[in-house]
C-alpha cells in the first residue's frame, strides 16, 4: 500500500509528461469547474496589509500618500488552527502588489463584513487590483512593475471610511476616535508594541464586524497562487457588533452578494 507513496520521481515525472489533452477538453474542463465552484458560497473579507509610518505616533497623522496603502478581496479565508495558535489559511493570486507589501513587512489586518449594501461596495473596491493584474500581466514576466499596475483602493475612499491601527492602540487623547476594541489587554499591548517597534501601521476599514490583526506565519506557493498561513495576533470588535449579534459575514455565491438565510430545521 506504501509503495504507491514512493515511486520513483523521474517515472513519475515521465508519466506525467505522458499525458496530453485536447485544448477542447480543457476548455470545457475548466468551465465545468467554474460551474460548479460557482454552487459554493463564499465569505467576502478584505485584507489591508502593514506599512512603514512616516512619522511618530504612526502613517495615520503624517501620511504623504494614500499610494502606501494596499488591500485586496478574499474569498478564500477560514481558519487552520485554535490551539496551540490561532492560525488562519487563505490565498491570492500573483503577481500581487499586496502581496509584496505582505512579505515585507508581515503585517496585516483580515476584516469581517456585516452583509449590507456598504460591505459590497468596500469588497468591489478592493477587488479591482487583482482583476486588472490577472488581465494585464503574466506570472512568468520576470520585468514586472507592480505599481504601474496595481490599483489605489483607499484613494477611493472616504476619510470616515477608514482609520489606522496606530488610532486603535493609542493611548493618548486622538481626534478620530475607534469604533474599536479588543478584549484581550495582554494581547492588544503585545501587539501594539511589536507593530511599534518596526514602525508600522496598518489601514483599518470602519465597518468590519471584527478585525484580524495577523502577522505572516509561513507561505507557499502554488503555481500562479500563494497559500498564506497568518497567525492571529489580537482581534479587534467593532462596537456596534457585541457577541450576541452575529449576521452570518457578506456571502459571494454564484457571482453575486447574498447574507445568510432561514436556519434549517432537521425535524422538517
Known amino acids: 500500500m506504501h509503495s504507491l507513496r514512493y515511486r520513483n520521481i523521474h517515472t513519475q515525472h515521465h508519466q506525467k509528461q505522458q499525458i496530453k489533452s485536447h485544448p477542447l477538453e480543457d476548455n470545457l474542463h475548466v ?73 515585507d513587512l508581515r503585517w496585516f489586518a483580515i476584516h469581517l463584513l456585516p452583509p449590507v449594501k456598504g460591505s459590497v461596495e468596500l469588497v468591489k473596491t478592493f477587488s479591482k487590483g487583482s482583476k486588472y493584474l490577472s488581465k494585464n500581466h503574466h506570472a512568468d514576466n520576470k520585468n514586472s512593475d507592480f505599481g504601474k499596475l496595481s490599483t489605489k483602493p483607499f484613494i477611493d475612499l472616504k476619510p470616515e471610511q477608514f482609520i489606522f491601527s496606530s488610532q486603535v492602540y493609542s493611548t493618548k487623547n486622538i481626534l478620530v476616535s475607534s469604533p474599536y476594541y479588543s478584549i484581550s489587554d495582554e494581547r492588544r499591548n503585545t501587539t501594539s508594541m511589536e507593530l511599534s517597534k518596526e514602525k508600522l501601521d496598518i489601514p483599518l476599514l470602519s465597518s468590519a464586524e471584527r478585525i484580524l490583526i495577523c502577522s505572516k ?25 457585541h457577541q450576541n449579534t452575529k449576521s452570518g459575514g457578506l456571502l459571494f455565491f454564484n457571482r453575486s452578494f447574498h447574507k445568510l438565510g432561514a436556519c434549517l430545521s432537521d425535524t422538517e
Open 31 to 103: 468551465a465545468s469547474y467554474k460551474e460548479s465552484m460557482s454552487r459554493t458560497a463564499n465569505q467576502a473579507m478584505i485584507l489591508t496589509s502593514a506599512f512603514k509610518a512616516k512619522g511618530p505616533g504612526g502613517l495615520s497623522a503624517s501620511a504623504e500618500t494614500l499610494d502606501d496603502l494596499h488591500g485586496m478581496t478574499l474569498s478564500s479565508v477560514v481558519s487552520l488552527s485554535v490551539q496551540p495558535r490561532t492560525l488562519i489559511q487563505f490565498n491570492l493570486q500573483v503577481p500581487s502588489s499586496t502581496s509584496a507589501k505582505l512579505h
Open 217 to 241: 506565519d509561513r507561505v507557499f506557493k502554488v503555481d500562479d497562487h500563494e497559500l498564506w498561513i497568518g497567525e492571529v495576533r489580537d482581534i479587534l470588535i467593532h462596537t456596534d457588533f
